[in-house]
């Protein structure tokens, strides 16, 4: 069996692009709190993983695996997929229960990816 053809690369500044709007969306609600720190620690850890996950490189497997999903497989389970990666991305670096480290964030998406995907 031959391996889907996915871009890597593509999924790689999907996923950074959403980590650095939603830190520039924190920042901006930040902004509207006079007591808040606008470079908030979520903010900065959206950031720091944004930038992490750009320097993975294209034959990363964990990038690779990601995005199967999200590009190869059927719409039901891309769907799925894509709808966990919103939950966890929108909770990273943002307290209890949340990933902290760009680490977690990708083996909690790895999870996510597994559990859609039914350990194909």
């Given at each position: 069996m031959t391996?889907?053809?996915?871009?890597?690369?593509?999924?790689?500044e999907?996923?950074?692009?959403?980590?650095?709007?939603?830190a520039?969306?924190r920042?901006?609600?930040?902004?509207g709190?006079p007591?808040?720190d606008?470079?908030t620690?979520a903010?900065?850890?959206?950031r720091?993983?944004?930038?992490d996950?750009?320097?993975l490189s294209h034959d990363d497997p964990?990038?690779?695996?990601?995005a199967?999903?999200?590009?190869a497989?059927d719409?039901?389970e891309?769907?799925s997929?894509?709808e966990?990666e919103?939950h966890?991305?929108?909770?990273?670096g943002?307290?209890d229960?949340a990933?902290?480290?760009t680490?977690?964030l990708?083996?909690?998406?790895?999870?996510a990816?597994n559990?859609?995907?039914g350990g194909?």
């Amino acid at each position: 069996m031959t391996e889907p053809l996915v871009d890597v690369g593509s999924y790689r500044e999907n996923l950074a692009d959403k980590l650095e709007s939603l830190a520039a969306w924190r920042n901006k609600q930040a902004l509207g709190d006079p007591d808040a720190d606008p470079g908030t620690p979520a903010a900065r850890a959206l950031r720091a993983a944004a930038s992490d996950v750009l320097s993975l490189s294209h034959d990363d497997p964990t990038l690779r695996e990601l995005a199967t999903v999200c590009q190869a497989h059927d719409d039901r389970e891309r769907m799925s997929y894509i709808e966990a990666e919103d939950h966890i991305v929108g909770r990273h670096g943002s307290g209890d229960g949340a990933t902290s480290s760009t680490d977690e964030l990708l083996a909690a998406l790895t999870r996510a990816a597994n559990d859609v995907a039914g350990g194909r």
